[in-house]
């Protein structure tokens, strides 16, 4: 049997590739599922890839907010192109195998671009702080150098947990199977595959979600205590609500991701089935990275006009010509 090929049990055999499950118990509905999930990734691209150029093209967002926003959309465009795009064949295909080593490399992607999503959310969170506790230092704090070097220190800092936990896992000995049931290469399937001890793995593992992901929860929950607490102080309803209003959109994302993956990886021997996990695991890494934009787009004014700026002018060409030049800006 395929499943075999790689495995003497009762042995530790080096495994060559293992064999995502998926959604193989729902055979009859792989082909409406296909449909769906290339629906969503394609509004996921094409919202995502919209962010990145107006935030780049047009010169009214060339702000600290926006500069981070567009890298969010670019963390998920990465972030979905890691996933999704094996999902859609294994869907359709009859041999749903991964290599070993392209197992590992997603899994080593996913970490790094949870990581990073989870910084930079603390980082938008503290740019809001800073833009309406500290107006007047605004301009100052968040300069285009301070902005750039958070970006890439959002950018860099899942590289440390994403080597060190998938060096560690994928140097392990796979004696059990190695069919994954899930439909890409999570840190829990995969680890269900091991035959030795992973008590350690699996204690350290979860302390580095903790530290990463309430930390960051945290940090975001004192920024957004403080921002409530300045827009009290407003005299003026009006005030209040326009202040407020730049928060929402980073609000609801904070919510939409710090829900969805805390239900996975901050439970991992939660109650949920196998196959209920991949449903939830399907919210985080194929419904919220095409929720966000829709989100900023819906309710940020900015973001609307800047569509309508971009789009509804006859020169666009030329406006993207400086794209390359302007992109980090």
């Known amino acids: 049997m395929e499943n075999e090929e790689d495995l003497n049990l009762g ?144 950018w860099l800092s899942g590289f440390p947990v994403a080597v060190g936990i998938t060096a560690w896992l994928f140097n392990m000995s796979f004696c059990k199977s190695n069919e994954v049931n899930h439909f890409f290469c999570d840190v829990s399937p995969v680890l269900k595959l091991v035959c030795s001890d992973t008590y350690i793995f699996e204690l350290l593992a979860f302390i580095a979600t903790v530290l990463i992901m309430v930390l960051h929860f945290i940090l975001i929950t004192i920024s957004y205590i403080c921002i409530i607490y300045t827009i009290m102080q407003m005299p003026l309803a009006e005030s209040r609500q326009k202040v407020f209003s730049t928060c929402a959109a980073h609000l609801m994302v904070v919510t939409l991701f710090y829900f969805t993956t805390s239900l996975i990886h901050l439970h991992p021997k939660s109650s949920l089935s196998p196959n209920n996990k991949k449903f939830v695991s399907l919210s985080y890494t194929v419904i919220t990275p095409m929720l966000n934009p829709i989100i900023y787009s819906l309710r940020n004014s900015d973001v609307r006009e800047a569509l309508q700026r971009t789009f509804g002018r006859k020169m666009l060409s030329e406006r993207l010509t400086t794209l390359s030049l302007s992109f980090f800006q």
Request: some cysteine; hydrophobic content about 50%; proline content about 3%.
């Open 11 to 154: 042995n530790s055999t080096r495994v060559t590739h293992f064999i995502l499950l998926g959604f193989t118990h729902l055979t009859q509905f792989q082909v409406l599922l296909f449909v769906v999930v290339l629906l969503v990734f394609t509004v996921t691209m094409t919202g995502n890839i919209l962010i990145v150029l107006i935030a780049t093209v047009d010169p009214a967002l060339h702000t600290p907010m926006y500069y981070f926003l567009k890298n969010l959309s670019l963390i998920e465009i990465c972030y979905s192109l890691d996933i999704v795009p094996k999902m859609l064949i294994n869907l359709l295909s009859e041999r749903k195998t991964y290599s070993f080593t392209a197992c590992a490399l997603q899994l080593s992607l996913i970490i790094l671009f949870i990581t990073s999503e989870s910084f930079l959310l603390t980082i938008m969170a503290y740019d809001r702080y800073v833009a309406i506790c500290h107006p007047l230092h605004y301009a100052a704090i968040m300069s285009k150098k301070t902005c750039r070097q958070m970006s890439a220190v959002a």
